[in-house]
């Protein structure tokens, strides 16, 4: 029982990163028709700039160790200790949700140059078109973080206070059972950020009228509305979930320069699954195959079947789309 709980939670926080980027995908499908193939690298984006804020507080000068007196020894200290003490250092040791304040404008300026400079131009192209050149642009991204960070992972910690783990165990009369604490808060801030995003479209007004262009941009137009305006900045909202995304995700998984391919591939076969265009389609999608694949990557199950874990996925997904073609909720 204990196992089975433990991988439905691994496959919750994995499901909420699927679902996110999904929801991303989605979205710009939905208003524009890109099919956006450098949407994973903004993921990656979001969770350098974790690195980038972690590497800006922790800035340091060498300082002498008073505690080695037999010898002059000096180590790194970051200048916030040597300015605030422990005000400096908690400000440290929170870089990861400082830096969902820091991403959340920098993702926007991001998603909106990229809409502006460039998806823009190939609307009314073949989806074909829209892949290579996204494609492109995705890999130009990759190289330029591979160029200024390097090719290695880069560690970036959670915070002290939530480093450790839950005895979750204790609500289900189960003893032993505990999960990190930074994973449920990634599946409460997934939930949260989807929970935000379709109250935006179904409860304001510019929502609303989004979503009516979303059916009918022609309509939409012909009453005076600058549909146009309103989808670019769609793009850059969805550009900030992904963005957010990828900063609270750096401490399950360190940043590398490929991140972004590596969950932009499952995360097109998700919005596939859930039916291209297809919100609640997307974010279901997410949580089911991300449940499906912790499951399949249990040992138990690998014995039995070798290396399905790398491929139920896509398993589900040609099987999902030969009973249902148009995906889980995608429209007839």
Same mark, same amino acid.
């Given at each position: ?24 995908l989605t979205l710009v499908f939905g208003t ?57 250092? /908690? ?38 078109d829209q892949i290579l050149v996204t494609f ?75 979503? /009516? ?120």
């Amino acid at each position: 029982m204990d196992a089975i709980l433990l991988q439905i939670l691994n496959g919750l926080d994995k499901g909420g990163a699927y679902a996110l980027i999904a929801l991303g995908l989605t979205l710009v499908f939905g208003t524009l028709g890109v099919v956006n193939f450098a949407h994973g690298a903004l993921f990656m984006l979001g969770a350098f700039v974790a690195v980038s804020v972690q590497g800006l507080l922790t800035i340091s000068k060498k300082v002498k160790d008073e505690s080695i007196t037999f010898f002059d020894a000096y180590k790194e200290t970051p200048y916030l200790e040597l300015w605030w003490g422990d005000i400096g250092t /908690a400000i440290i040791d929170f870089a990861v949700p400082i830096s969902i304040l820091v991403a959340i404008p920098v993702m926007l300026l991001i998603g909106l140059a990229m809409e502006r400079g460039l998806v823009r131009h190939f609307y009314k192209r073949d989806h074909a078109d829209q892949i290579l050149v996204t494609f492109g642009l995705a890999i130009v991204i990759q190289e330029i973080i591979k160029a200024n960070f390097g090719a290695n992972p880069i560690p970036t910690a959670a915070p002290a206070a939530v480093a450790g783990s839950a005895n979750i165990g204790a609500l289900f009369g189960i003893d032993g059972l505990v999960y990190p604490w930074w994973r449920m808060m990634y599946l409460v801030f997934s939930l949260a950020i989807i929970g935000a995003v379709f109250a935006f479209l179904h409860m304001t007004t510019f929502g609303m009228v989004v979503r /009516a262009g979303m059916h009918d941009r022609e309509t939409v137009g012909l009453l005076g509305i600058n549909i146009e305006r309103r989808f670019t900045i769609v793009f850059g909202i969805a550009a900030i979930v992904a963005g957010l995304a990828g900063v609270m995700y750096t401490p399950i998984l360190p940043p590398d320069y490929h991140m972004g391919m590596d969950f932009l591939v499952l995360s097109f076969v998700v919005v596939v699954v859930g039916g291209m265009g297809s919100l609640g389609g997307a974010v279901a999608a997410g949580f089911l195959l991300g449940i499906l694949q912790s499951f399949a990557s249990m040992n138990e199950v690998k014995s039995i079947l070798p290396g399905i874990d790398q491929i139920i996925i896509y398993l589900v997904a040609v099987i999902i789309l030969l009973v249902r073609p148009r995906g889980l909720l995608g429209k007839d």
